[in-house]
Nanobody, 126 residues
């Protein structure tokens, strides 16, 4: 499956953005999906994950309550709504997908995912 991340941009602190991860697979619902980010000079880190069909979600503590991951399997797309953005959210955001697995399982390790999008840059100014 090929993934295309989009929706990044520049916003001021407190603003919002919605990222999209569009997949080439017509059966995207059977892929668990995660969002990761990499800030300048830092390692890539987990942000959020959603299980196949969207039943379960999981968030990093740093974004809990501000970010929401969701999916529309009819559109083969996973979203990440990001509210109350902070300068420390500045990073390149990547979506990743994993085929199969338990329907309720989400994954938060980079090695759990076989497919990666190209990344979209989010810049938050203070």
């Amino acid at each position: 499956v090929q993934l295309q991340a989009s929706g990044g941009g520049s916003v001021q602190a407190g603003g919002s953005l919605r990222l999209s991860c569009a997949a080439s697979a017509h059966t995207f619902g059977i892929y668990a999906v995660g969002w990761f980010r990499q800030a300048p000079g830092k390692e890539r880190e987990f942000v959020a994950a959603i299980s196949r069909y969207g039943g379960n979600t999981y968030y990093a503590d740093s974004v809990k309550g501000r970010f929401t991951i969701s999916r529309d399997n009819a559109k083969n797309t996973v979203y990440q709504q990001m509210n109350d953005l902070k300068p420390e959210d500045t990073a390149v955001y990547y979506c990743a997908a994993r085929y199969g697995g338990s329907s309720g399982q989400y994954y938060f390790g980079e090695s759990d995912y076989a497919y990666w999008g190209q990344g979209t840059l989010v810049t938050v100014s203070s």
